[in-house]
């Protein structure tokens, strides 16, 4: 009878501990889907927004190439009207050239340097963003780890108390049977 008893411990030891690590391995695999799942969203998030920031870029680019393209044409047609004008219009004109070239350069390196403004903060912005999101997920991830590590020592506690009782048990058992020393 006595050894009946120690294995009905034994089972009820090796099944509560069975399910004590099941739940352990459950909840491991949901905090593993989450951190996956939070990782894909970040990942659609960038390129998200790189996709965006490159249209952005292209678009402008465009605008630039068009706008040279467009003052190109004008100062060649301007060029060539001089050319069968008199040599002291032609002079005024080169003058006049110069002068919207400039300008153009002056206005060019002007949207240029807006545009490297514009694209910082925004880069800045999305680095907030993902510092930000960062801190809140692992601010997250350590809150479950500490529940999680309160729970395990909570259980374990609970477990090794009745271990000591069960073993309590037994030693009386066996003082009473005779069986100890």
């Known amino acids: 009878m ?9 089972r009820i030891v090796t099944a509560a501990t069975e399910g004590l690590r099941q739940e ?3 909840t491991a695999a949901d905090l593993r889907q989450e951190i996956a799942a939070t990782a894909a969203d970040l990942r659609q998030e ?6 965006a920031l490159r249209q952005e870029i292209a678009t402008t680019a465009t605008a630039l190439r068009q706008e040279i393209a467009a003052t190109a044409a004008d100062l060649r047609q301007e060029i ?14 080169r003058q006049e050239i110069a002068t919207t070239a400039e300008e ?3 206005h060019t390196g002007i949207l240029i340097e807006s545009l490297r403004d514009a694209i910082q903060s925004v ?9 930000r999101r960062h801190a ?7 809150r ?38």
């Open 136 to 142: 809140e997920d692992r601010d997250y991830m350590d």
């Open 2 to 10: 006595d050894s009946e008893f120690l294995a009905q411990v034994e």
């Open 46 to 51: 960038i390129a998200t927004t790189a996709t």
């Open 24 to 26: 352990i391995a459950a």
């Open 123 to 131: 880069a800045e912005g999305f680095q907030m963003h993902l510092d």
């Open 104 to 106: 153009t350069n002056r």
């Open 144 to 181: 479950e780890f500490r529940e999680m590590r309160a729970f395990l020592k909570l259980s374990y506690a609970q477990l090794h108390e009745r271990v000591e009782d069960l073993d309590h048990r037994v030693s009386r058992i066996e003082h009473h049977l005779g069986l100890s020393e």
């Open 80 to 93: 060539a009207a001089l050319r069968e004008s008199q040599e002291a219009t032609a002079t005024a004109l």
